[in-house]
Structures are given as structure tokens and as C-alpha cells.
């Protein structure tokens, strides 16, 4: 069972870990580190309040034999209430947590928070083309691929196409 939350104070050094970790930077378009400082003032800054940050983080907590353990977190961003959509992101930090149904159901409670609460429309993800784990995750979460970007990635190999997959919600 999983239950999503606001990011605390307490998050610190998990999410400076997983900010830091550059093999998941090519999925989060991330190209320098942060810093303990950066990462502070992003938790002062309410990470919950999308309608100010256009963008919401929620910690994705794992709960088995009465103990609770953070796997990872769920990103709504490029939020635009005035046509009720945004993107969403996942990370499932340890990949012994992977494929044991956790990023689904943090993909479900997203979706019913993202209609209920907010009164979203839509969301979408990008993906690489090349992260088929991934694409069939938000293909399993009912996400249907709208278009293909030819050469949207630059990678160490060359470039990579890149998915748009999207559900309407609501």
C-alpha cells in the first residue's frame, strides 16, 4: 500500500540523493546538481502550492509490517489551470521497488487527486522512446500516445525520439 504526501523538511537528504543521481537526469532534463541550500529553499517555498509554483511534488511513502518508507515521488508541472492540464513525472528511486506496482497506484491516486481536486482536464507525459518501462507503466494507467517528437533528445549515442502520451481525466 502507498499513500502520497506533502514533501517535509525531513525529505532533505532523500531528495538531494535522488536530484543528484545522474542516471535519472536524462528523464528529468536535468544537466547540473543541486545543492542542500537550492533543495532547503525549495521545501520553504510550499512544493504544494500549485497555483503559485505551477507545479506540485507529492512523496510517494510505501507502507508493509507497520513500517513507512519513502520510494520515491510524483511530479505534477507545467500546470495551466486556464485549460486544466499538466505533466506528470514519476520516480521509484530504488529499482528493487520497481515493478511491484507501487508507481501505479501513486499514478491512480494522482489521477483521482488531479480530477477531483484540482479539476484538471488532462495530463501528459514525455518519455523516450527508449524507456519502454515506462511507457507501458502510463500505458497501463490508460495514457495513449498522441505523437511522436523525431530527434527531440540528445543523447551520448545520438539523438532520441521522444513519446507524448496523454489521458484525459476529466
Known sequence: MITLR???????TLLYMWENNRSVWSVSNTLTPF????LMEYIAADPSNIFVNRQLRM??????????????AIDLFDFDPIHARAGLGILIASETDRQQGFASEAIRQMLNYSRDVLFLHQLYCNIAASNIASIRLFEKAGFTASGVKKEWLKTTDGWEDEWLLQKIIG
Do not use: F, H
Not at 59 to 72: E, L, N, S, W
Open 59 to 72: 512523496m510517494i511513502d510505501a507502507q508493509a509490517d507497520q513500517r513507512v518508507q519513502t520510494i520515491g
Open 35 to 38: 545543492s542542500r541550500a537550492q
Open 6 to 12: 506533502a514533501v517535509e523538511p525531513e525529505d532533505l
